[in-house]
């Protein structure tokens, strides 16, 4: 547990009701003159854009749209996204999509100069300065992307994906409106609420956890743990999904406060080279890491259970089997894949994913049991 801890959050947070109307009265308070909206080809198709559209046009402001963000994208790409805001002659940026477009935008946003790249923030993001403003709508609940100061880029020459991390890049306004996450597909919906899952136990059983992490990663896990299955399997059970969307922006500002350990640093690597969707990577890797962690954060998986799913569990040890046994059924019953044979990854690549997971130092230090390369191997080899 840190001893002292800070948190940087958006200046405004909507969420609820019409929260997407407030956007009027954001971009009138901020003096945009012309709005770039990034988004994905499909939320784009899929119509979710159209109504901040509508908005930017009734107060007479320019709008461009560019809807063709990479899906977990390179830093090169990015780049190219920097590029094209450079010459749109925009002076705001409105983010509508899941952690990929979020992700994107906020390196936008801090991009939007000549004096560095985002390659030079691979290597040093303190150089990192707020270029332009920032409205994050997620339409995956999620990432929590919008809470954090992250940007997850792939680096294809490393073959991983590495996290730039700047205050610089916290959103300015965040909008949660449930109309964005309403039609979620089932396997969207399961593969990025299991990773909010991930953010929520793993900020609890940091070694950066503090009482700030704990308030809001206890509150994601508890919504998590009570929602996820009926937001994902019952298109009709609105609470459900606007828990989850709620739960996956509190596992965001848990991230912010704390950070993630084993199950992200090792999912890096997935991700990075074998192009495994994040969500679908930790949710495969979070039984074996939890089950590996556990001797080291009984007790804190026996809190948690007792503050999310108090039952008859009356020891420590039964408390915590509890807690791994509902995540293992929850994880079982949202149809994740149980290992990475389908997904391309095989025996010979187990000593090369562990040469690269154990470079997310940065989050491998926050694991409260101590990742040894042995003990990546053994992780890696039960889920080949
Ligand atoms: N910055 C952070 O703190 C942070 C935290 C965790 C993950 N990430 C990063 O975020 C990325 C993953 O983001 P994600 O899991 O939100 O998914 P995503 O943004 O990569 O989107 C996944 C797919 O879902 C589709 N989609 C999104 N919203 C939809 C909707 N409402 N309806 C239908 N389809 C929809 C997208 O078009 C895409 O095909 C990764 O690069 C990951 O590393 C960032
Ligand atoms: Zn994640």
């Not at 940065?362 to 390369?373: G, I, K, S």
Request: glycine share 6%; hydrophobic share 45%; with cysteine.
């Amino acid at each position: 547990m840190l001893e002292s801890y800070t948190l940087k959050l958006p200046k405004a947070v909507y969420a609820g009701k019409g929260a997407m109307s407030k956007l009027e009265g954001v971009l009138k308070e901020a003096g945009a003159t012309k709005v770039a909206l990034f988004t994905d080809k499909s939320i784009y198709e899929l119509g979710l854009a159209d109504g901040a559209v509508e908005i930017i046009k009734s107060l007479g402001l320019g709008v461009e749209v560019c809807s063709d963000l990479a899906i977990e994208p390179t830093y090169a790409e990015v780049q190219k996204t920097v590029d094209w805001f450079c010459e749109s002659g925009c002076d705001f940026i409105l983010a509508i999509g899941g952690g990929s477009v979020m992700d994107a935008s906020k390196l936008v946003s801090v991009l939007a100069t000549s004096e560095y790249s985002v390659h030079d923030l691979l290597g040093d993001p303190s150089l990192a300065r707020k270029q332009v403003k920032t409205v994050m709508v997620p339409t995956t609940a999620g990432t929590g992307a919008e809470a954090t100061p992250n940007a997850i880029v792939a680096v294809p020459e490393d073959e991983l994906k590495v996290g730039i991390v700047s205050d610089e890049m916290v959103a300015d306004v965040v909008i949660l409106e449930a109309d964005m996450i309403k039609n979620l597909p089932r396997s969207i919906a399961a593969a990025t609420g299991l990773d909010a899952l991930c953010h929520a136990i793993e900020c609890f059983t940091s070694n950066k956890a503090n009482p700030m992490s704990d308030t809001f990663a206890l509150e994601a896990l508890d919504l998590i743990l009570n929602n996820i299955e009926r937001a994902c399997d019952d298109p009709e059970a609105m609470d459900a999904k606007r828990a989850m969307q709620l739960a996956s922006f509190y596992a965001g500002i848990a991230i912010t406060a704390s950070g993630t350990t084993a199950v992200h640093a090792l999912s890096y690597p997935l991700g990075g080279r074998f192009h495994v969707a994040h969500g679908v990577s930790n949710a495969i890797l979070l039984m074996p890491v939890m089950h590996y962690n556990e001797p080291a954060c009984r007790e804190l998986f026996a809190k948690a259970y007792d503050r999310c799913m108090p039952g008859d569990a009356a020891t420590v040890e039964e408390k915590s089997a509890a807690l791994l046994e509902r995540m293992d059924e929850i994880v079982k019953h949202l149809d994740m894949p149980e290992n990475l044979a389908a997904l391309g990854v095989e025996d010979v690549d187990i000593d090369s994913l562990v040469a690269s997971g154990m470079e997310v130092t940065r989050l491998l230090v926050n694991n409260m049991r101590e990742v040894t390369p042995e003990a990546a191997k053994a992780i890696y080899e039960q889920i080949i």
